[in-house]
């Protein structure tokens, strides 16, 4: 069964900070991973896209990894300011070419606070 | 060019009655994606169709949900007989047939 698994549940930090999400998942056959910002009452907004092949990309203060042979995904941000507070959600797609479609697979997200 | 546009962003039903969540995708393209967040829980895929298609309905429950994507006007959820247990979060998500999604704001339907 396709998994995504997201840690810590939530995280507090202080403005101005640096802090690190995890995702590990077991979603098979991969075919790219996706972090989302979603803010309280709105819905997600995509971050970063990679696919196989690329270990790291970059969206301003906001840097994801990607280590495929263990299945695990980091998002990093960096100077964090009061804005960042929302919710954190890993997204991995799966493609099954023989039946032309693709299945998308949810962590339940990490939630940040950011406080002054 | 407009985003993902859901409406009602709100919407309040009593038990028993019809909820119709509305969908219109993004301009140029043809995938419409249904999501349900329940409070606390991570999106969870119910329905996936491009125009006049359901192409995935999966995660769709068998009875008293139906979705669509005519021709011509937006995509459609619609909730028959509602329940407390349908009250959440439902969002829409849109592509142009590549995998990626654009996201609309949600609509909060809350059961009575």
């Known amino acids: 069964k396709n998994q995504v698994e997201q840690s810590p549940q939530s995280l507090i930090i202080l403005e101005g900070k640096n802090c690190t999400l995890q995702?590990?998942?077991?979603?098979?056959?991969?075919?790219?991973l996706r972090w989302y910002k979603q803010d309280t009452g709105r819905g997600p907004v995509s971050l970063t896209i990679m696919t196989f092949s690329e270990n790291t990309k970059s969206n301003g203060r906001y840097t994801a990894t990607l280590d495929a042979d263990t299945k695990q995904s980091s998002l990093h941000i960096t100077a964090s300011q009061l804005s960042d507070s929302a919710s954190y959600i890993c997204v991995v797609t799966s493609v099954h070419s023989g039946a032309g479609s693709y299945q998308l697979t949810f962590g339940k997200g990490t939630k940040l606070s950011v406080i002054p | 060019n407009a985003g993902v546009m859901q409406n009602p962003r709100h919407l309040v039903r009593r038990r028993g009655q019809e909820a119709r969540l509305r969908c219109s995708p993004m301009?140029?393209?043809?995938?419409v994606y249904w999501y349900r967040q329940l409070p606390e829980e991570g999106l969870k895929f119910m329905v996936y169709?491009?125009?006049?298609?359901?192409?995935?309905e999966s995660g769709m429950p068998k009875e008293r949900f139906s979705a669509e994507f005519p021709k011509e006007g937006p995509s459609i959820l619609r909730i028959q007989q509602v329940v407390r247990g349908d009250s959440a979060a439902y969002f829409c998500?849109?592509?142009?047939?590549?995998?990626?999604?654009?996201f609309g704001p949600g609509t909060r339907l809350t059961v009575t």
């Open positions: 998500a849109s592509g142009a047939g590549s995998y990626e999604q654009y």
């Open positions: 169709l491009q125009k006049e298609n359901i192409i995935d």
């Open positions: 995702c590990n998942y077991t979603v098979s056959p991969f075919s790219n």
């Open positions: 301009k140029g393209h043809s995938h």
